[in-house]
Every structure is written in C-alpha cells, then in structure tokens.
C-alpha cells in the first residue's frame, strides 16, 4: 500500500515542526529535552574566558552561506563517579554526584519520520548551546528535507540565537531574511533530563546495557520503553504533547553518560498517528566538545 505523498508530507512536517520546539524549549526528546535534549551535568570549572559567538550581518544572496558556529573550546575531563579497574561506573553514583555548573557542547541532532516504509522527511539540527543554565542559551541551525522530495533544497532551514533574554529567529529558506524576536517564554525552558536518566536508572537491572564507547569516551548506556504514566510523571508538558500528536504508547529512550553524568548521546522512538496515518519518529542527539559557558550575543540588525 502506497500512502499519499500529501498525507504523509504533512504528517512528517507537522513532526518535524513540533521536534524542532521541543529542541527549542529543551525538551527530551524532545527534545532534546523533545524536544528535548541536553545533558545533566557540566564539566570542571575553567580558567579558559567565555567565548562570544560573533554575529555576521544578514545578505541578501541568492544562496544563503551558512552561518559559522563558535569555536568549541577545548573538552573538559570527566570527573564524579569513581571507576573500578576495567574503568567502568555506576550510573545512579555519577548521576547523584553530577555537577549543575553551567557549560557549552555542540549538540548535533537528526530526526527522521517515517510512514508505511516510507521517509517522510528528515530533520537535522547543529550548533553551540549552555547546558545548566536558567534558558537554552545557543544558537543553532535546523533544517528539514522531503523524504518523497526530488530536490535535496530543504524545505525549512531556521537559524536561532537565544541570548538567555531574547530569542532570535530567521528563514534561511529566503535570501535576504531578517532576524525577528521572538518571545522566549514558550520556548526557552531550561534543560534538564535529569529526571529522565533517573526513571531509567529505576527502571531496574534491563535497563543497564553496560559500559560502552561513545564519542570515543567510556559511557554507560541506559535504555527502556518508558511508558506515557511514567512520562507523565517525568515531565506533564512533554505528555500532553505526545497525547496532542497521538502517540500514547511511551517513548523508546536511550542515553549514554559519562562519569560525570553528562549526556553523550541519546535516541528516543516513538510512534503517533496524524491524519489516520501511523508515523514512527526517530531522533538522534550527540553532545561533543565539553567547555564553559558560553556568550551568544544580538544579531546587529532585526527587524521591527
């Protein structure tokens, strides 16, 4: 069975849509957490001076040039949950012992959304963000494709600067764009999974997959079927979301942390019906190049 190109188009937007405010307002999943999707603790204080990400006038070209990110500095050591000789860690101690001080990781993200076998579109996201911090101060760039699409031109190509007051906005899909502000009270919940990690480290001895390598750093992997009761109780905004899409039967959640209880990565599946269409959703999130926090400044020209 063939599904229309226009069901599943709109369904696969209207997920991608909903993924890229869920990475916005810091939800798991959303998240990122999704939204939306962030890490649970920060690295060791350093000496090394805030970076300030350098904003560059808006042109009006006919093809956008990418706007480059800041220079990550460089990785902090892991520090928090002892190790034992073969180097692995108990993911409840590194998760108690997990420190809140601010820092910055470049978050990379991609969604996928498929419908009957078919892409329906796919989702990718980069840039700086603060982690700890009281919003998502960063700023990203988030693109969507057409799975049933000739063209590989993205479809919807944002670029967001949240400065920790304000949050900035521009179509990268149309030359000459201006930047607008937005109103960050919506969209600029601070991140926290922590609670998130926690349900799966209850989740009980399935959950623990054990220690592996990711992004080559030594990382416990901890993954269950969380279900919508105890999404709920993780975190009521992200539940009612997930009932709003139709996608009741709970979330597939994977993290990776590391020692000092940082998020390396994660994946989150879930499946909801729009349209009467079934779609599955598959995001991916990686965390790399651990520093300070992080200065995100204005753009210099918005429009009014």
């Not at 992004?215 to 905004?237: E, M």
Request: charged letters at 20%; glycine letters at 8%; aromatic letters at 4%.
């Amino acid at each position: 069975m063939t599904i229309r190109r226009t069901t599943l188009t709109a369904a696969a937007t209207l997920l991608a849509l909903s993924t890229m405010a869920a990475c916005n307002d810091g939800d798991a999943q959303s998240a990122p957490t999704a939204a939306g999707a962030p890490a649970t603790a920060s690295p060791t204080a350093s000496a090394t001076p805030t970076v300030t990400a350098t904003e560059p006038t808006p042109t009006a070209s006919a093809t956008p040039t990418p706007t480059p990110t800041p220079t990550p500095t460089a990785s902090a050591t892991a520090t928090g949950a002892p190790v034992d000789a073969t180097g692995a860690f108990d993911p409840a101690v590194a998760l108690a012992n997990a420190d809140r001080t601010p820092y910055a990781a470049t978050e990379t993200m991609k969604t996928t959304a498929t419908a009957g076998g078919q892409v329906g579109s796919v989702l990718t996201g980069t840039g700086r963000v603060n982690y700890n911090t009281p919003t998502r101060e960063g700023r990203t760039e988030t693109k969507m494709t057409l799975g049933d699409s000739d063209s590989d031109e993205p479809t919807l190509w944002m670029e967001t600067i949240n400065t920790g007051t304000t949050i900035f906005m521009r179509d990268r899909t149309k030359p000459g764009s201006a930047w607008r502000a937005e109103d960050p009270s919506d969209k600029a919940r601070a991140d926290d999974t922590t609670a998130y990690v926690k349900a799966l480290v209850e989740a009980g001895p399935a959950a623990r997959k054990g220690m592996e390598q990711k992004n080559g750093v030594p990382a416990f992997h901890l993954g269950a079927r969380l279900t919508a009761a105890q999404i709920k109780a993780v975190d009521p905004k992200e539940y009612q979301k997930m009932v709003d899409k139709g996608a009741e039967g709970g979330k597939q959640i994977d993290v990776w942390i590391d020692r000092a209880g940082r998020i390396l990565a994660q994946t989150q599946s879930m499946k909801m019906t729009t349209g009467g269409t079934a779609v599955t959703s598959t995001i991916t999130l990686t965390y790399t190049d651990f520093g300070p926090r992080e200065t995100f400044t204005a753009p210099t020209a918005v429009a009014g």
